[in-house]
T-cell receptor, first 117, second 111 residues
Framework: ETGVTQTPRHLVMGMTNKKSLKCEQHLGHNAMYWYKQSAKKPLELMFVYNFKEQTENNSVPSRFSPECPNSSHLFLHLHTLQPEDSALYLC????????????????FGEGSRLTVL | QKEVEQNSGPLSVPEGAIASLNCTYSDRGSQSFFWYRQYSGKSPELIMSIYSNGDKEDGRFTAQLNKASQYVSLLIRDSQPSDSATYLCAVNIPGFQKLVFGTGTRLLVSP
């Protein structure tokens, strides 16, 4: 059982569709993250949850809606996306709380490759 | 000014050589620094963390930190073709639960 599991691994959707990305961590961590990775750009932090509470929303458009029902699960709900939202979406988890050094020690899932047509 | 800057490369080194990867950051208050390795088509994997000025060694990897110059580097000794990957520098933003990444340096180690 891998540490951080993401599903689906690949997703193709139209601009009017609604879909969700799922992430589950089996590491006993307290914090979970969504990152976006696009070609030629640095990893972009989207959302941070610490003990199920959202602690960071990095000016992400409302067409992306996160949900964290417990410390082990994280979702990213997608609706009316744009083609420029096509990217690799990475979920990560870490042990630490806000601002702690261990928050830099991230464990990533394999990512969900999203294509918006 | 970008918060974390890296040369995108590719950096090409022959097998057995030392690969030197560099990173500069803009926030003087940053205290935590990390190197992640990302193989093509895979997710990033943490390989080194460093919090104090100086060198930190782990096997063939050495991380170097100079806070006065806002500079962090990663040395890979005895480079192997399996080290070919993109290396991401990441810096913790003080006071926030936020890690800022550079764009990464692509390393190619030729046999």
């Amino acid at each position: 059982e891998t540490g951080v599991t993401q599903t689906p691994r690949h997703l193709v959707m139209g601009m009017t569709n609604k879909k969700s990305l799922k992430c589950e961590q089996h590491l006993g961590h307290n914090a979970m993250y969504w990152y976006k990775q696009s070609a030629k750009k640095p990893l972009e932090l989207m959302f941070v949850y610490n003990f199920k509470e959202q602690t960071e929303n990095n000016s992400v458009p409302s067409r992306f809606s996160p949900e964290c029902p417990n410390s082990s699960h994280l979702f990213l709900h997608l609706h009316t996306l744009q083609p420029e939202d096509s990217a690799l979406y990475l979920c990560a988890s870490s042990r630490g709380g806000a601002g702690g050094t261990s928050t830099g020690e991230l464990f990533f899932g394999e990512g969900s490759r999203l294509t918006v047509l | 000014q970008k918060e974390v800057e890296q040369n995108s490369g590719p950096l090409s080194v022959p097998e057995g050589a030392i690969a030197s990867l560099n990173c500069t950051y803009s926030d003087r208050g940053s205290q935590s620094f990390f190197w992640y390795r990302q193989y093509s088509g895979k997710s990033p994997e943490l390989i080194m963390s460093i919090y104090s000025n100086g060198d930190k060694e782990d096997g063939r990897f050495t991380a170097q930190l100079n806070k006065a110059s806002q500079y962090v580097s990663l040395l890979i000794r005895d480079s192997q073709p399996s080290d070919s990957a993109t290396y991401l520098c990441a810096v913790n933003i003080p006071g926030f639960q936020k890690l800022v990444f550079g764009t990464g340096t692509r390393l190619l180690v030729s046999p």
